[in-house]
């Protein structure tokens, strides 16, 4: 397609357009499929400014037992990973950026030399200090932050950040131009979660505020050109969690486009009785599907926490390039 963008995960031109919507309701925008890496993405953004503005007044938040199951076997997780990278995490500096609450910071708290974060959202860092008497600062990837961590052997993290950045690389490229680094990131699986950034074109939608949905090729694509390797990758939670949200999506784009069947040509009697059965039928077949799914999450079938996301552990080249070192120095 004519000035089609680059991918934004693996910087491939193979790229298709698969729909178009008004992102966050500021700006005319694209989704686009790379054909390389198979991640998601939106092209044009709003700008750094127009991002500040929209989030000063949002602040997603889930309930406190799910935010703190969801810290519990995220830092269960980063434990055991660099333990099987036979690394002594009491060793190790943690600086979370975009720490909401704080709930992960705690939860890892006691396990690392030090642990810090920063997040943007006054209102999150004044309630972590206040009931999580955690170290959490106003902010995000400041370099004066970045680089006062700089002396020590540090692990970075950020849980369901990546995706809502405006330039998720030069951010990665920044940290990781430091030198010696780990890093931890969580975000939504692309594989799963790309259904339904092809559906949702709904302004408001929760979704529209991801910009980028990571295959696990695309990952490790993404994190290579960022300056990191990947240590371990994994594919946690449930691959069925979007089917209730999929099919009511699919409901809502099949009204559209019987609507516009309705009002393309001429109006005929024959064509509205056409459209009121087909529309009836989906609407019933729909709402069939999405009570049994309600009805089984209520028995503890599928919450946020099982939502599908890839977990990441990887080290900046430079600090690949340090511990190869340490042998021949030694
Ligand atoms: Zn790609």
Same mark, same amino acid.
């Given at each position: 397609m004519k000035n089609a963008p680059v991918c934004?995960? /693996?910087?491939? /031109?193979n790229v298709s357009h698969v729909a178009s919507f008004v992102l966050l309701g500021i700006i005319d925008s694209r989704t686009w499929k790379c054909g390389n890496c198979n991640s998601f993405f939106r092209d044009p953004l709003p700008s750094e400014s127009e991002l500040q503005a929209y989030y000063s007044t949002r602040c997603v938040r889930h309930s406190e037992k799910i935010e703190q199951e969801l810290a519990s076997s995220q830092a269960k997780w980063i434990l055991s990973a660099l333990l099987e990278e036979g690394v002594d995490s009491k060793k190790l500096s943690y600086t979370e950026f975009g720490a909401g609450r704080g709930w992960l910071l705690q939860a890892v708290a006691g396990e690392f030399g030090s642990a810090l974060g920063y997040e943007p959202d006054g209102s999150s860092v004044q309630w972590g200090r206040d009931n999580l008497h955690i170290n959490l600062q106003s902010g995000f990837v400041d370099i004066q932050n970045v680089s006062a961590l700089h002396s020590e052997m540090s692990i970075h993290s950020m849980s369901h950040v990546l995706e809502h950045l405006n330039d998720p690389e030069g951010v990665l490229k920044r940290i990781a131009d430091l030198g010696e680094t780990f890093l931890f990131l969580e975000v939504p699986d692309g594989a799963c979660e790309g259904q339904v950034m092809k559906l949702d074109v709904s302004p408001s939608s929760s979704m529209g505020q991801h910009f980028i949905s990571f295959t696990n090729q695309g990952m490790q694509r993404f994190l290579h050109r960022s300056g990191y390797e990947v240590v371990k990758l994994d594919h946690v939670g449930d691959r069925k969690y979007y089917s209730k949200r999929v099919m009511v999506l699919e409901l809502q784009n099949f009204i559209r486009n019987q609507m516009d069947f309705l009002v393309a040509d001429e109006f005929s009697p024959k064509r509205g009785v056409i459209c009121f059965f087909l529309l009836t039928a989906n609407c019933f077949w729909t709402m069939l599907k999405v009570s049994i799914l309600e009805l089984a999450s209520k028995f503890g079938y599928r919450t946020r926490s099982s939502m599908p996301v890839l977990r990441v552990l990887a080290k900046s080249s430079s600090a690949r390039d340090v511990q190869s070192r340490v042998p021949a120095d030694g």
């Open positions: 934004k995960v /693996c910087g491939d /031109c």
